[in-house]
C-alpha cells in the first residue's frame, strides 16, 4: 500500500469528519477518559488545541496536555473577560498566558477533561477558540485604536464585526486548503502588517474619499511572499469582497501540498492578472485603479504612550509587556487597575502588547503608574517596546530553542547597556523556522536552529536575519547572516550590532544593517 503524504492525510481526516464536528468528541474524551483517537487530535486544532511539547513535564509524568489558543476579536478584552481567562489560567493552564501577533491569547498544560468548563466559562463571557487554529479562517487582525485614534482614517470596528460574524464558525468554511489571515484597518500607520496577510483591506484617502487597497497572497512560513495589490473597493464593497476570495480560495486553493497550499501559491500558480480576473468576474464589478498608497515603515507602526481619544473625556494608552507574556497573575492584576480607574477594555496588538483603549482623562498618569508597578510600561524602552517571540521549546515541538525568557532577559539587557538609546527598533526570536515571531520583517531575528558548541557538538542555537522591513511595495525580508550562535551569546551579540550602529552615526538601524549585510568585515566581527 502508498503511504499517505501529510497533505493526503490532512486532507482525508477533514473529509470524514469536519472540524466543527469534533466537539462532541471533546466532550465524550473529558468523560470516559479513554485514549484520544490521533485524528481527532488533528481536528481539535478546529477548537484552537495543539498538543504541546514534553520538555517541562516530570519523567512521570505522561499526561496529554494541550495549548489553548482563545480568540479575541479585534483583540477586544473587558474586565470581565480579563478575570475569566485569569481564573482559567490558574485554575487549568499552571499560571501560563501568553499574548500572541494575531491579537489572540494562549494557554498552556490544558488536560481534556477540563475542556467542557473551559469552554462553557469562555462561552459565558463571550469568548470562544473555534476557528483559532486549523485550515480555517484566522482571527482577523485589526487596528487597537480604530475609531478613537485622532488620526484614524476610517473607523473599521463595524467593517470587521460584519467580517467576523460571517467567519466565525463558518461551517461552509471548515475546510479550507491551509490556514486563511484576513486583516482590515483603518490606521495612519498601518499598523496590522497588510503586506504578510492572505487578504487585507487597507483604508486610504483619496481625492476626498476613502476606499480600501486589497492586498492578497501575503504569509511568511512557507508562504514568504509580500502581498500584491489588487486595487481599491468601496466600503460597501468590502464584505462581499471577502466573502468571493474565501470562496475562491475554498474551492480553487492548492491541496496536493500542504507547503504549497496558501493562499499566495493559488496565486503563483494562476498568475496575478488571471486571479484579479476571475475575483472580478465572480463579483461582478472591477476593482478600481488609482496609485498605489504609501505605507509607514514597519518600525513606526506602533501606539505607545498616551493619547487623547477621540472620544471626549477619554484617552488611551499603548503599553508594552515583556514577549506576550503575561500570566494569570497580570490578568488579574490588570483587571484590578482598570476597574479601580474606571476603565474598561483592552486591545492586544500584533506586537504582543495592549493598549487600554477608554481611560478617563483624570486617570491617565494614575493608571499608568499602576502599570508600572506590575513591569507594564506605557512609556517602553525600544527594546522592550518590540521584542516579540514565539512560544519556543518550552511548549512548541516544532521549536528546537528557549524564547519567550530569553527574550525578556535580552530586552532588560539592552535596556542597562543603551539606557539612553531613543529608536524603534525590532527584534524577533523564534523556536523554529516557522515564522510566528515574524523574524523575517524585523530589524534583527533570530532563527532557532541547530549550531555547533565550543567542543562541536550538535546543539540548539540561533542564526541571525538582519534587515527585514514592511513598507509596503518597498517591504523585503530581512536576509540570513550566515552567523549562528549559542543562546548565551545572543545578549553579547545584539549588543554589538546596536553599537557598532550607534558609532556609524549613520541615521536609521534597518539601513544601517541594509547597508552592512554584505559587508564581510561587519558579519565576520559579530562572529
Known amino acids: 500500500m502508498v503511504r499517505e503524504t501529510a497533505a493526503q492525510r490532512v486532507e482525508r481526516i477533514k473529509k ?6 469534533v466537539l462532541a468528541d ?3 474524551y473529558a468523560i470516559s477518559n479513554k485514549e484520544i483517537d490521533p485524528e481527532d487530535i ?5 477548537y484552537g488545541l495543539y498538543t504541546q511539547n514534553k520538555t517541562l513535564q516530570d519523567d512521570h509524568d505522561d499526561t496529554l496536555y494541550f495549548m489553548l489558543r482563545v480568540k479575541l476579536e479585534q483583540g477586544a478584552v473587558n474586565v470581565e473577560q480579563l478575570r475569566c481567562l485569569s481564573n482559567i489560567s490558574k485554575e487549568f493552564a499552571r499560571s501560563t498566558a501568553d499574548f500572541t501577533t494575531r491579537q489572540d491569547i494562549q494557554f498552556h498544560f490544558i488536560q481534556i477533561i477540563d475542556l467542557p468548563e473551559i469552554f462553557f466559562r ?17 482571527n482577523v487582525a485589526t487596528c487597537p485604536v480604530t475609531g478613537i485614534d485622532q488620526d484614524d482614517i476610517y473607523d473599521t470596528t463595524y467593517l470587521a464585526h460584519d467580517i467576523n460574524n460571517y467567519l466565525r464558525g463558518n461551517p461552509e468554511l471548515v475546510n479550507l486548503p491551509r490556514k486563511y489571515k484576513i486583516g482590515i484597518s483603518g490606521c495612519s500607520k498601518h499598523c496590522i502588517g497588510h503586506e504578510i496577510q492572505d487578504l487585507s483591506f487597507t483604508a486610504v484617502k483619496i481625492d476626498g474619499e476613502v476606499l480600501f487597497a486589497v492586498t492578497v497572497g501575503g504569509g511568511l512560513g512557507s508562504n514568504k511572499k509580500i502581498a500584491l495589490h489588487l486595487g481599491y473597493v468601496e ?6 469582497t471577502v466573502k468571493v476570495i474565501t470562496i475562491i480560495y475554498r474551492d480553487h486553493g492548492l491541496r496536493k501540498s500542504r507547503k504549497k497550499a496558501r493562499l499566495g501559491h493559488l496565486i503563483d500558480e494562476w498568475g496575478l492578472d488571471k486571479f484579479k480576473a476571475f475575483t472580478e468576474e465572480k463579483l461582478g464589478f472591477e476593482f478600481i485603479k488609482k496609485p498605489i498608497f504609501k505605507s509607514t515603515p514597519y518600525a513606526r507602526r506602533e501606539h505607545f504612550g498616551i ?39 483592552i486591545k492586544v496588538t500584533n506586537t504582543q502588547n495592549f493598549i487600554v483603549i477608554d481611560v478617563p482623562d483624570h486617570n491617565t498618569e494614575k493608571l499608568a503608574k499602576e502599570l508600572l508597578d506590575i513591569n507594564i510600561d506605557a512609556h517602553p524602552s525600544p527594546f522592550k517596546a518590540r521584542t516579540i517571540s514565539c512560544t519556543g521549546i518550552k511548549f512548541c515541538k516544532f521549536a528546537v530553542v528557549e524564547t519567550k525568557d530569553q527574550a525578556i532577559l535580552l530586552a532588560e539587557y539592552l535596556e542597562k547597556r543603551f ?3 531613543n529608536e524603534n527598533v525590532s527584534i524577533s526570536l523564534n523556536g523554529c523556522p516557522n515564522s510566528c515571531a515574524h523574524p523575517h520583517v524585523v530589524d534583527i531575528g533570530l532563527l532557532g536552529t541547530k549550531v555547533k558548541d565550543e567542543e562541536g557538538n550538535t546543539v540548539a542555537g540561533f542564526e541571525i536575519i538582519l534587515g527585514g522591513n514592511l513598507e509596503g511595495e518597498a517591504s523585503n525580508f530581512g536576509l540570513k547572516t550566515g552567523i549562528k550562535i549559542l543562546p548565551k551569546y545572543i545578549n553579547s551579540t545584539l549588543e554589538k550590532i546596536i ?7 549613520q541615521n536609521g538601524l534597518n539601513r544601517f544593517l541594509k547597508d552592512n549585510i554584505q559587508n564581510e568585515n561587519f558579519i565576520e566581527s559579530l562572529r
Not at 470524514?16 to 464536528?21: I, M, P, R
Not at 466600503?235 to 462581499?240: A, S
Open 235 to 240: 466600503t460597501t464593497q468590502v464584505l462581499n
Open 499 to 505: 553599537e557598532k550602529y550607534i558609532n556609524s552615526e
Open 307 to 345: 493619547h487623547k481619544s477621540s472620544i471626549v473625556g477619554e484617552s488611551y494608552i499603548g503599553c508594552a509587556i515583556n514577549g506576550g507574556h503575561i500570566g494569570s497573575k497580570g490578568l488579574a492584576d490588570l483587571a484590578d487597575i482598570l476597574e479601580e480607574n474606571d476603565a474598561t477594555t
Open 16 to 21: 470524514e469528519k469536519d472540524g466543527l464536528s
Open 419 to 421: 539606557p539612553d538609546f
Open 26 to 28: 471533546i466532550k465524550d
Open 122 to 138: 469562555l462561552q459565558n463571557v463571550g469568548l470562544s477558540s473555534v476557528f483559532a487554529a486549523g485550515d480555517v479562517p484566522r
Open 42 to 46: 488533528d481536528r481539535f486544532k478546529w
